[in-house]
C-alpha cells in the first residue's frame, strides 16, 4: 500500500472538483461548496460511504453564505464552524449573529496541492479568523489535520462539527470504543424520545415498550429521527458497520482537543415535511468539540473551547475503512 498522492481536476454540473487519493481510498472535494468531501470510496471494492446529493435532481446547489443548510443538498462530508445552528453570540458587548451551520460551508474555499497533501483554507466572514485543513492519506486512512488561527483582538468560543453523512442500510450498525449510557437531545422527530436539553437513557430511547437499540439501524418505516449528543467521550473512536457491503468506516479523534460526538440518527423522520418514503436515511458520526449545536447554548453551559487573540489550535480526524465489523 502507497501513501502517494493521486491527484486530479475535473467539472461536474458546473463545479471543480478535486478527487485525490493513494491507491487505496480516495476522497472527492468540491472547494466552492465549503470544501465539502462528496465522496469517500474504498478502491479495493468500490464502496462510497457518504451519502449522495439528496436534491430532486441529484446535483449540487451553489448556497448563498447565511442559507438555511436544509434547503441544499444535505449529503457529503462538511465542516460546521463556529456554531452548527444558528446563534448570536456577545464578545465584548458586541452582538455577533452566525449563520445555520456555520460559516464555512457555503462558501469557496483557497485550494493548495503540494507534494504528498492537499491544503483547503478560508477565512471568516463575522470574525477575524483563518480556518484550514491539510489532507494526507495512509494506507487505509485519510487524515485531516485541521488549523483555526483566532486574528481578532478578542477571545473566541466557538464550535467545531465535523458533519459527515454516511449511506446506510437495515442492519448497519453504530459502533463505539467508549461506554456511555446518557445522551444529550438536541432535537427529536418524535417528543417521546425528548425534547431539547434532555438527559436520556442511551441506546434505548424510546420507553414505549419497544426496547429500540439506536445503534441497530431499522427500515425506513421506523420514521425517527434524533440529533444528540455523548457526553465528553475518555476513547476518540466510534464506526458503523455496513452490513450490507461488510465493510467498516471509522472515525478517530483526540479527546482532549474534540471531547464529544454528535449523533445524528436520521432514520426515516427527516424532513418534517417530506412524505414518509422520501425522508432521508442517512447516520452522521459527527466528532466535535462543544454541544450542543448552538453555540450561545454551549457558551451558557460552558461545554465548547475558547480561543485567545492571536492564539492559534489544531487537532486531527482521522477516517479509516476495514474489512468486516471494526474492532476497538
Known amino acids: 500500500m502507497s501513501d502517494e498522492l493521486r491527484y486530479n481536476e475535473y467539472i461536474r ?6 478527487t485525490l487519493g493513494n491507491g487505496v481510498l480516495e476522497a472527492d472535494f468540491v472547494p466552492e461548496l465549503g470544501g465539502k468531501m462528496s465522496q469517500l470510496i474504498n478502491l479495493t471494492t468500490g464502496t462510497d460511504f457518504l451519502l449522495e446529493p439528496k436534491t430532486s435532481d441529484g446535483k449540487y446547489k451553489k448556497p448563498k453564505y447565511g442559507g438555511d443548510f436544509e434547503k441544499f443538498d444535505t449529503s457529503g462530508f462538511d465542516e460546521c464552524f463556529p456554531t452548527v445552528s444558528d446563534a448570536e453570540i456577545e464578545i465584548d458587548g458586541k452582538s ?42 495512509e494506507d487505509n486512512a485519510i487524515i485531516i489535520r485541521y488549523t483555526l488561527i483566532n486574528k481578532g483582538d478578542k477571545a473566541l468560543p466557538y464550535i467545531w462539527s465535523a458533519h459527515p453523512l454516511l449511506k446506510i442500510s437495515p442492519g448497519s450498525k453504530l459502533m463505539f470504543a467508549d461506554s456511555f449510557d446518557r445522551v444529550l437531545v438536541n432535537w427529536a422527530s418524535d417528543p417521546e424520545i425528548g425534547s431539547f436539553g434532555d438527559e436520556i437513557s442511551w441506546p434505548e430511547l424510546l420507553d414505549n415498550g419497544e426496547q429500540t437499540d439506536f445503534t441497530d439501524v431499522p427500515e425506513r418505516e421506523f420514521g425517527r429521527t434524533a ?57 452522521g458520526l459527527e466528532p466535535t468539540t462543544g454541544r450542543p449545536d448552538s453555540l450561545k447554548e454551549a457558551v451558557k453551559r460552558d461545554e465548547c473551547p475558547i480561543l485567545k487573540a492571536g492564539d492559534t489550535t489544531n487537532w486531527i480526524l482521522t477516517m479509516y475503512v476495514e474489512q468486516g465489523k471494526a474492532s476497538f
Open 227 to 283: 440529533k444528540l449528543f455523548t457526553p465528553r467521550l475518555d476513547k476518540g473512536q466510534a464506526g458503523l458497520y455496513r452490513a450490507d457491503v461488510d465493510e467498516s468506516i471509522c472515525f478517530e479523534f483526540d479527546t482532549e482537543e474534540v471531547p464529544y460526538m454528535g449523533l445524528w440518527l436520521c432514520y426515516g423522520g427527516w424532513p418534517v415535511e417530506l412524505p414518509s418514503g422520501q425522508k432521508h436515511m442517512t447516520v
Open 13 to 18: 454540473d458546473d463545479f471543480k472538483h478535486i
Open 96 to 137: 455577533i449573529l452566525f449563520p445555520d451551520h456555520g460559516e464555512l460551508w457555503s462558501r469557496d474555499w483557497d485550494v493548495e496541492q503540494r507534494g504528498h497533501s492537499l491544503t483547503m483554507s478560508i477565512d471568516g466572514i463575522r470574525w477575524d479568523y483563518t480556518f484550514a485543513k491539510r489532507i494526507t492519506f
